[in-house]
């Protein structure tokens, strides 16, 4: 069993950065592929990026390539998303996941193993 405990949300005005956290309880962090999503009012859940185990290897939609990074610390058994010129669309609920599959596919499939309960970013134009 895994619980993810996401923190770092709140509110930003356009252009500004936050950096989200993810912390995980439970063993075998590093079994774990990891990634965010996230879901705006009104809208469906939409995948914000996904890191592989080591942390080698990261991806990203196109709409998030370049403004956003995901990191993670093994040792911490934490995952980072840092947002960076950011915008009022960027404004959502973002849940951290964690999941047996592959990295490289997170973004294809809906069904995570684990979801954090999520934090909200709120972007002020």
């Known amino acids: 069993q895994v619980q993810l405990v996401e923190s770092g949300g709140g509110l930003v005005q356009a252009g500004g950065s936050l950096r989200l956290s993810c912390a995980a309880s439970?063993?075998?962090?590093?079994?774990?592929?990891m990634g965010w999503f996230r879901q705006a009012p009104g809208k469906e859940r939409e995948f914000v990026a996904a890191?592989?185990?080591?942390?080698?290897?990261?991806y990203y939609p196109d709409s998030m390539k370049g403004r956003f990074t995901i990191s993670r610390d093994n040792a911490k058994n934490t995952v980072y998303l840092q947002m960076n010129s950011l915008k009022p669309e960027d404004t959502a609920v973002y849940y951290c996941?964690?999941?047996?599959?592959?990295?490289?596919?997170?973004?294809?499939?809906?069904?995570?193993?684990?979801w954090g309960k999520g934090t909200l970013v709120t972007v002020s134009s």
């Open positions: 996941v964690a999941d047996t599959g592959t990295a490289q596919t997170m973004g294809q499939r809906s069904a995570m193993d684990y």
């Open positions: 890191i592989s185990r080591l942390g080698s290897k990261t």
């Open positions: 439970g063993r075998a962090f590093s079994s774990y592929a």
